[in-house]
């Protein structure tokens, strides 16, 4: 009954890492989302895909980049770790305003 | 611009008391979609309920239940006899039309904290 599976649950990194979160769904949706997750914000949106090899940038793409090669998988890359992108990391696949949501990725950049 | 607030950031009751989750939304279309998520401490997001902004009418579904109230914006959400298991934080959000209803706006957030 697995939907949308991120590829860990916790991981710990250094600064300056180049970190990447996994994201897979097995639905055929095209339309794929990463969400970070903080305290009294709430989820706020990193990136998003439409389709295989297109992303658009969502509220908060600074530090932020995707990939979108194959359609059931959308991938989240930190391209140089930093203490301040220490959060929880949520991947949505969604159609027809019903979402689907990954366990979460709880990140520590130390 | 959609904007969606939950004033509330931590609601604390004792077991079997009703309580009242605020919703405060802000959008320019005027067709789109609000929805309720739960996250228990295991974090992955459970979808409540769904509602188009062209039905009003009030939802309840067991303990919970739903106020939309487009004249004041408000979505709330409403559990009657509160347990333990309702421990969670609970998420406002809103999709709009012209996003064909794929993209989630999301509040702040709501702790609740039930206690026995």
């Known amino acids: 009954d697995v939907k949308v599976t991120q590829s860990s649950r916790y991981l710990v990194k250094r600064t300056g890492e180049k970190v990447f979160l996994e994201c897979v769904q097995d639905?055929?949706?095209?339309?794929m989302f990463w969400y970070r997750q903080d305290p009294g914000l709430g989820l706020r949106l990193i990136y998003f895909?439409?389709?295989?090899?297109?992303?658009e940038k969502g509220d908060i793409p600074e530090g932020y980049s995707v990939s979108r090669e194959k359609k059931e998988r959308f991938s989240l890359i930190l391209e140089s770790a930093s203490t301040n992108q220490t959060s929880m990391y949520l991947c949505?696949?969604?159609?027809?305003?019903?979402?689907?949501f990954g366990q979460g990725t709880r990140l520590t950049v130390v | 611009a959609q904007k969606v607030t939950q004033a509330q950031t931590e609601i604390s009751v004792v077991e079997k008391e009703d309580v009242t989750l605020d919703c405060v939304y802000e959008t320019r279309d005027t067709t789109y979609y609000l929805f309720w998520y739960k996250q228990p401490p295991s974090g992955e997001l459970v979808f409540l309920i769904r509602?188009?902004?062209?039905?009003?009418q009030n939802e309840i579904s067991g303990r919970y239940s739903w106020n939309f109230q487009k004249s004041t914006s408000s979505f709330n959400f409403t559990i009657t006899a509160s347990q333990v298991v309702d421990s969670a934080v609970y998420f406002c959000a809103l999709s709009e039309e012209k996003n064909a209803g794929n993209m989630l706006t999301f509040g702040g957030g709501t702790r609740l904290m039930v206690k026995p």
């Open positions: 949505a696949s969604i159609r027809n305003t019903e979402a689907f």
């Open positions: 895909s439409y389709d295989v090899k297109m992303k």
């Open positions: 509602r188009n902004s062209f039905d009003e």
């Open positions: 639905m055929d949706h095209e339309n």
